[in-house]
């Protein structure tokens, strides 16, 4: 079996390095060149834990290679993955598909026998079919199937998500395909992964659905945090008390700034452009997408409430800056909207963070980058935690008041315990569940 994946950013690369690990020869393509030099020499463009040695493994084995040349990879391949951007489109809140049409025509022109082009690129309802008109239009002799088969990875367990997948979701009506797709996924029946055959629009939707009703899910206890300090109940009770019931289940229900990264963000905004287009508006949806971009903004005001009132002529150290832990990815990140607002506000802001601070310098100007945990606190007025790394939650706190001027710590992902904290002589303010030492 042989695999083309269109596009090596994070859902080709980490498509194409486990297919090659099923088995399957896989050649990436990108346009461009130095990324491809990049992955040649083995070096990652992105960070993802145990990618780097899941693609040398096999490249070594001779199953992975990586390519400019579209032409080629295309014509060996019996599927080829449209696995490119679908950004938001600017000022509109629609998902941009210049690149995905881009890719279904270049796959036309070069497709040699029966081919399978699998759409792994989130892409509203409806693409699909505009895919395969694109094809036809450009070269009708085509022999071929469009599938839709969502990718459902998340950043930082990319490879075990696509391992050990709680589902794969194949939507196409033909059986010639899906025989095609029985056959890459061969490995996961052995694990008895759930394969979800289904039509091409419902598996387009299925993608957008999955995200906005996780988006929906943290959004739910984020309010309920808030809901929780007024009333003084713990938002960490509250979510093991309802999560145990398994209707509703305990995942994805940490209350904290509110999410960001490169996907729940850009698939909220999306479905409810696509709602609205066809007259059936999603206002659950709507009012999430409206509650996570205030709270976002929001959470400055606690560390400037956690500060007296005001930072002005403050130094505040951040720990974590990137939109979640294990990743280096800003895309949306609650420390893009605090940050500024810090700085805005008059103070010194110091931060840290293990991976994402080449990406944030970019974003973030005018902040002090330090090259740890304790040089950043070293000094500074108070100590905002907006990352959850692993690095940051056995902080020795003793050595923490110590360089503290004092012992404020806003901990908007709740890693440290109210009352030892409170014990450990800190003012401690984190998301539903009370004050501690204040
Ligand atoms: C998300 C989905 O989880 C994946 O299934 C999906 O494939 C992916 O989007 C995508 O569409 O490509 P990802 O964006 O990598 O994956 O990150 P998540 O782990 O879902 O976290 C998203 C945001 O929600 C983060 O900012 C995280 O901090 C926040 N979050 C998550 C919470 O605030 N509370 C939670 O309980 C869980």
Redesign the pocket.
Known sequence: MHVAMIGSG??GLVSGACFSEFGVDVVCVDKDQSKIDMLEKGVMPIYEPGLDDLVEKNVKAGRLTFTTDFGPAVRNADAVFIAVGTPTTKGGGHADLSYVYAAAKEIAQNMNGYTVVVNKS?VPVGTGDEVERIIRETNPDADFDVVSN?????????IG?FTHPDRVVIGTESERAREVMRELYRPLYLIEAPIVFTSRTSSELI?YA??TF??T??TF??EMADLCEKVGADVHDVAKGIGLDGRIGK??????????????PK?TLALVHTARDVGAPLRIVEAVVDINDKRKKAMASRVIAACGGSVAGKTIAVLGVT??PN?D?MRD??SLDIIPALLEDDATVRAYDPEGMEEAKKLLGDVEWCKDAYSTMNGADALVII??WNAFRGLDLDRVKSLLKSPIMVDL?NIYEPEEMAESGFQYHCIGRGTAGA
């Open positions: 994070y859902v989130t969502p990718e459902f990875l998340r950043e930082g367990s990319a998500d993608k999955a995200n996780l988006a899910k943290i206890i984020n995942k994805f229900l940490h209350a904290g700034p509110g999410y960001g990264g490169s996907c729940f698939d939109f979640k990743t990815d990140a609650p990352t959850e992902r």
